[in-house]
């Protein structure tokens, strides 16, 4: 398999917690129940992030530098307002790469015939 440029390759492969979470924000700003919310719905409850591992990887994005907190607040949550959160330039990249690297993933397994078509049962 071709290995990527490195000027496509994140400093370190991503969770897929952390891939869900940067793909969520991607799509527009949301606080950490909206991510968990959005995350659950896109995977069809197959990835359930529960508050630990969700404020862990947010916490670890907002080190990085991937995520940043959004300017103003959301609605009000037990009379806190909440922190809502965007991704940033080095978090596309991030994201972008991850993405590529797994589709890169996806068709040499294809191209090796060691991947189901999609929609078969196996």
């Known amino acids: 398999m071709p290995s990527p440029s490195s000027a496509r390759t994140p400093r370190s492969l991503l969770t897929p917690a952390a891939l869900h979470i940067l793909m969520s924000l991607a799509e527009g700003d949301r606080h950490g129940y909206g991510i968990k919310q959005e995350v659950e719905e896109r995977t069809d409850g197959s990835l359930s992030l529960g508050p630990g591992t969700l404020y862990e ?23 806190r307002p909440r922190k809502s959160y965007r991704i940033t330039e080095e978090g596309r990249r991030q994201m972008e790469a991850e993405l590529s690297r797994l589709r890169d993933i996806v068709r040499y397994a294809q191209g090796r015939d060691l991947m189901p078509e999609t929609g078969s049962t196996g």
Do not use: C, Y
């Open 57 to 79: 990887a947010i916490h670890r994005m907002l080190g990085s530098g991937w995520i940043a907190e959004a300017e103003g607040t959301g609605a009000p949550s037990r009379g």
